[in-house]
């Protein structure tokens, strides 16, 4: 009896051995799952923080916002963090590298800041950078604008897990590289991409993200692919540069109007198949925004009140992306506040059927279906440029989402930025 007793307390004890032992190897599972769970966390807080950089130094560049740096290549030798800018012309070689955080080395041109902190992903590697040549400095400044967004070829590619494109107008992205996989050996001052950028094999199609074609993918996580993506579309970061252009001619207007007894000056007017005007012309409410500035209150007299050029002098035409931009930005002067005016409503301004406005700014976006701006011709027919309520030249104006119908960015002027 004592015997069956002891054997049975024994497997009693080996029962309970194993279920503590299947316990902690639950438990050291799920510890794993979590560990793995919070590293990809980490590093896709890190991407979206280096996305983030990236559109601030693209907003932020004096010459041509929305431009992008050149990646830190392995051309010179070693990873160290500046952007290795060509002597020739830009090729896929330069599309690809690490991102670059320090100050720049010639021959990169100003401005020399990097994205200024060395972000790395969860595994401690730095962050890698691919870039649309649309957007790099080749022998000079693209021109960026919203038209550039109508380019159906120089973007980047991103596809999914099974191989489909996700997006093929990607400006820039960025890559968590994870810890090295089998094969990877990382040793050396500028190891290849590929010893640290993935590839996968989908049915008969192998993608890499280190063969320099600005063709990625961002696949699910195993034991031969750990790379992690962000990524910036041309339509994305074009919304963004159009905002900082109709906010900078907003504060160029208030600052204007500030010095000339709240009032504004004429517009320069659309005038059909001749070449775009950019000189204010007596009694234009509408039109583009003047280079050569008109104040008169009735033909040949001028508003005493009103300054003659720009205030502060070259506000507009001293950008130095001015040019890129001001066939593209249209403005209406309110009655209430034109030369000669009592600056004051009502002969104001709506935007969606409220408010009363002193003036209004409108940024064309990239051509819709049946626009077309290639001859003067076309340069002269607002309908090319605007859609909806802000194509009549009305007092009436409106803002709406971004669709296949309309894409104008309209901000109303009222001194002392009132209007958001």
């Not at 859609?387 to 007092?395: I, K, L, Q, S, T």
């Amino acid at each position: 009896m004592v015997k069956h007793r002891q054997s049975g307390a024994a497997l009693l004890i080996m029962l309970t051995i194993l279920v503590l032992a299947a316990a902690t190897l639950f438990i050291n599972q799920l510890k794993n799952v979590d560990s793995t769970f919070f590293q990809y966390q980490r590093s896709d807080d890190i991407l979206q923080e280096a996305r983030g950089a990236l559109i601030g130094w693209a907003l932020t560049h004096v010459q041509q916002p929305g431009l992008l740096p050149v990646p830190d290549l392995r051309n010179d030798g070693n990873y160290d963090g500046r952007s290795d800018c060509p002597v020739g012309a830009i090729n896929n070689s330069h599309l690809l590298g690490r991102l670059p955080w320090l100050a720049y080395s010639a021959p990169c041109l100003d401005p020399r800041g990097g994205t200024g902190a060395h972000l790395k992903d969860a595994s401690g590697e730095s962050l890698w950078y691919a870039v649309s040549a649309n957007l790099l400095y080749d022998f000079g400044y693209p021109t960026i604008n919203s038209e550039l967004a109508d380019s159906s070829s120089g973007w980047i590619t991103v596809r999914d897990n099974s191989g489909a494109v996700i997006s093929d107008r990607v400006a820039a992205l960025v890559i968590a590289p994870g810890v090295a996989l089998p094969g990877q050996n990382r040793a050396g001052a500028a190891p290849q991409a590929n010893r640290y950028l993935d590839s996968i094999t989908i049915g008969a199609v192998t993608y890499s993200n280190a063969n320099f074609d600005s063709d990625f993918i961002r696949a699910d996580e195993n034991d031969s692919f750990n790379d992690r993506m962000a990524y910036i579309t041309i339509d994305e970061l074009m919304l963004l540069v159009e905002r900082k252009v109709v906010a900078k001619v907003r504060g160029c207007l208030d600052d204007y109007a500030a010095a000339s007894g709240d009032k504004y000056p004429w517009a320069a007017p659309l005038n059909g198949a001749a070449v775009p005007s950019y000189t204010g012309v007596y009694n234009s409410g509408f039109g583009r925004l003047a280079d050569t500035l008109n104040i008169e209150s009735t033909p040949g007299v001028n508003d005493p009140s009103m300054q003659s050029t720009w205030q502060p002098a070259g506000c507009l035409s001293g950008l130095a992306y001015w040019n890129s931009w001001r066939e593209l930005v249209f403005y209406q002067v309110a009655p209430g506040y034109q030369p000669g005016s009592a600056a004051a409503c009502p002969g104001c301004l709506t935007l969606n059927g409220a408010g009363s406005h002193r003036s209004m700014v409108m940024v064309a976006g990239h051509r819709l279906a049946g626009q077309s701006r290639s001859s003067n011709s076309d340069k002269g027919n607002i309908a090319n440029y605007l859609e909806g309520d802000n194509a009549d030249a009305d007092n009436a104006f409106e803002m709406q989402a971004a669709s296949a119908l309309f894409n104008d960015r309209v901000i109303c002027v009222d001194g002392a930025n009132q209007c958001q």
